[in-house]
T-cell receptor
């Protein structure tokens, strides 16, 4: 069975600090896909990144970076020089295929608060 | 245009009412999804439509009835709901259901059942 664990329920930091959100996944699939989504207070989930299991290169997009490590089944997300606008709930998700259709298995989410 | 729209934004209904939620996308996506999200919880998948056919029903009670009139529209018909059905209902779409394409989400409808 697929499972995603985000052990950090809430994180609070001061603006400009770096912060890392942890994500640990479980799957028996040899090919799998991981996602990160951001959910600001407005409610809409915003897609941030998709990573497949055969590409272990880390990725950087501006202040965001992702560290994918198959050996530890982790896909961690780091925000550098955090800003107040980064305050949101962040979800890590794993793709599962059921009856030929895609389903996202979400972690419980990490609520990130950036204080000015 | 990577936008999924949902109407209404907010809905308050009684347990005997019938109402509908609407979702629309114009990205040419062929898979559409309904999720339910309770406060401080992750989204829970309810239904998946792939090429306008229902492909996943996650054992959702029959008081929720999905409909996909065409590839751009997805409706969720509500009837005889319970107060515990109050939640944020999110619609999403993706290029194709069987592939690992990212899902794009709408802003959601906040539903309150009295």
């Amino acid at each position: 069975a697929q499972k995603v664990t985000q052990a950090q329920t809430e994180i609070s930091v001061v603006e400009k600090e770096d912060v890392t959100l942890d994500c640990v996944y479980e799957t028996r699939d040899t090919t799998y896909y991981l996602f990160w989504y951001k959910q600001p207070p407005s409610g809409e989930l915003v897609f941030l990144i998709r990573r497949n299991s055969f590409d272990e290169q880390n990725e950087i997009s501006g202040r965001y970076s992702w560290n994918f490590q198959k050996s530890t089944s982790s896909f961690n997300f780091t925000i550098t020089a955090s800003q107040v606008v980064d305050s949101a709930v962040y979800f890590c998700a794993l793709r599962a295929i059921i009856q030929g259709a895609q389903k996202l298995v979400f972690g419980q989410g990490t609520r990130l608060t950036i204080n000015p | 245009d990577t936008e999924v729209t949902q109407t209404p934004k907010h809905l308050v209904m009684g347990m005997t009412n019938k109402k509908s939620l609407k979702c629309e996308q114009h990205m040419g996506h062929r898979a559409m999804y309904w999720y339910k999200q309770k406060a401080k919880k992750p989204p829970e998948l309810m239904f998946v439509y792939s090429y306008e056919k229902l492909s996943i029903n996650e054992s959702v009670p029959s008081r929720f009835s999905p409909e996909c009139p065409n590839s751009s529209l997805l409706n969720l018909h509500l009837h005889a709901l319970q107060p515990e059905d109050s939640a944020l209902y999110l619609c999403a779409s993706s290029q194709a259901s069987g592939r690992a394409h990212e899902q794009f989400f709408g802003p959601g409808t906040r539903l309150t059942v009295l």
